[in-house]
């Protein structure tokens, strides 16, 4: 693992960003109803399924409204019924497999998999394995670059359930710069302003059908941020097998900054695009 020993280990978010996850989280919900009567302007969508993958602790509720949005646009968007997300114990990762492969029959179409933080961390490794059903990525706050030696604002909760991470997803394998490059399109939204998930740990190397979208936003909020529902429901609308990379539109510029890309030997002193 010479690219991993090549950077330093990223520590979690400041302690300032850690306490604001609770006072931007209010805005963030009366953003999101601010903007629900604007939806209607981007069309409906395609009606594909939609899997929505829940971050480390979390639940399907964490993600209700964003699934309600999307639904209300035209997809089929499911929860994933696997209960609270304690990590890859082997019953949330078998069951995982086969709701992806459930939604690809029932549906006979491939599935746009969402997750925030940890659920983003495993659809990235659910669409390496079963590239065949799924139609695109994307990631909501999710530290897929984490090594041993990175930290987060959870890491003694993880460490305390760590036990029960009996699943064969192989999380800490390998690092993401050894694994095999995504073969469908990956979507990576993070905010320097995530008080729980290090923002370096959440971004992709940019390439033909991989991009980096920055928003400001907390950690938690992710799934009702004005900014991020915006730029999820634009990836949705791409036809299947003519994705292209995101571009905000004129009026929202100001919404969206200038997204870092993925640079191993420069991490520790925060990757630039």
């Given at each position: ?28 919900v ?34 209700t ?34 709701r ?21 961390v495993?659809?990235?490794?659910l ?10 990525v ?17 890491q ?20 993401e ?6 073969a469908?399109?990956a ?20 390439s033909e059908?991989?991009?980096n ?5 907390s ?6 941020n004005?900014?991020?529902?915006l ?5 949705l ?6 994705w ?30």
């Amino acid at each position: 693992m010479a690219g991993v020993n090549a950077r330093t280990s990223v520590r979690p978010p400041a302690r300032r960003l850690q306490l604001l996850e609770a006072t931007v989280w209010p805005a963030e919900v009366a953003g999101y109803w601010a903007i629900a009567p604007l939806l209607r302007r981007f069309g409906r969508g395609d009606q594909h399924p939609v899997l929505t993958l829940p971050g480390f602790g979390a639940g399907d509720n964490s993600l209700t409204p964003l699934r309600w949005t999307l639904r209300g646009q035209g997809y089929w968007v499911h929860a994933w019924n696997l209960g609270r997300n304690i990590g890859p114990s082997a019953r949330i990762v078998d069951g995982m497999r086969a709701r992806i492969e459930e939604l690809h029959a029932e549906h006979h179409r491939t599935v746009t998999l969402i997750g925030q933080s940890l659920g983003g961390v495993y659809a990235r490794l659910l669409a390496r394995e079963q590239p065949d059903m799924v139609r695109q990525v994307i990631t909501l706050g999710s530290p897929y670059r984490m090594v041993g030696g990175d930290k987060s604002a959870v890491q003694r909760l993880w460490k305390s359930v760590e036990h029960l991470h009996d699943g064969d997803l192989h999380l800490n394998d390998l690092a993401e710069s050894e694994r095999t490059p995504l073969a469908v399109p990956a979507t990576s939204i993070y905010s320097r302003t995530d008080g729980v998930a290090p923002w370096q740990t959440c971004i992709d190397v940019v390439s033909e059908h991989a991009e980096n979208i920055e928003v400001r936003s907390s950690h938690v909020g992710m799934g009702l941020n004005p900014a991020v529902i915006l730029a999820v429901l634009d990836r949705l609308a791409q036809h299947e097998g003519d994705w292209r990379p995101f571009a905000a539109p004129a009026p929202l510029r100001a919404w969206y900054p200038r997204p870092a890309t993925w640079h191993e030997r420069n991490v520790g002193a925060a990757p630039t695009g």
